[in-house]
């Protein structure tokens, strides 16, 4: 009970706070309103707790023994990111009204946290943090990813209600353009520490 309690916070903490899928799930919200964002939010609801179940098994263990491989996919990850940044600050309110912009779907969004360098580390150190050789070591993984799957459902459901509810005051194609813009460089933003982590593995070991 002590270890769940103790989990339950760390997720919560680090569910709650800004990052890009936050970012993103309230992007969704102002854009598309909360109906049409609910796949993207079950993605993620769904999808990082099973990063943290698959990276506990196993998947750690990979990257530890091969981690150029862990940094290919942080630089395409950073990349993808990018181009999300990108793709929410270009995002008109005409194409999103005609439905040629479309919110990621429940697979996509589920995908993104392989991609997503905060849920990386995030699932890492809480597996790190709360697993013990004294345990038994697949019940302490299960419940890390139970923690993190109950407190995602109501932390990133605030996120789209608090984006969902931007929507009603955004109701200007401009203010919601500047919206979009400011979203997209906070999301940026929110890469730069991956791109600076690249940057010196690659290049300051070189030097």
Not at 64 to 80: A, E, S
Not at 154 to 163: A, I, S, Y
Request: proline share 5%; net charge positive; with cysteine.
């Amino acid at each position: 009970m002590e270890l769940f309690l103790a989990v339950l916070f760390f997720a919560f903490s680090t569910t709650i706070t800004p990052g890009p899928n936050n970012v993103m799930i309230m992007s969704s919200g102002v854009n598309y309103g909360i109906k049409q964002s609910m796949p993207h939010w079950l993605g993620i609801c769904l999808g990082f707790p099973l990063m943290v179940l698959l990276v506990g098994l196993g998947f750690g263990v990979v990257f530890d023994r091969y981690p150029h491989l862990h940094q290919l996919i942080k630089i395409v990850g950073t990349l993808y990111l990018i181009w999300l940044a990108w793709h929410i600050a270009s995002a008109r309110p005409e194409t999103i009204a005609t439905g040629k912009s479309k919110p990621l779907s429940f697979i996509q969004a589920a995908l993104f946290q392989w991609v997503n360098g905060k849920a990386w580390v995030m699932a890492s150190g809480a597996v790190a943090a709360f697993t013990s050789v004294s345990g038994v070591y697949w019940y302490q993984v299960l419940v890390i990813t139970l923690a993190f799957l109950l407190v995602a459902f109501p932390c990133v459901g605030l996120w789209l209600v608090f984006g969902a509810g931007l929507r009603k005051m955004l109701t200007q194609p401009l203010v919601q353009r500047i919206f979009n813009i400011c979203m997209g460089l906070i999301l940026l933003l929110s890469v730069l520490p991956v791109i600076i982590e690249i940057w010196r593995y690659y290049f300051t070991a070189a030097s």
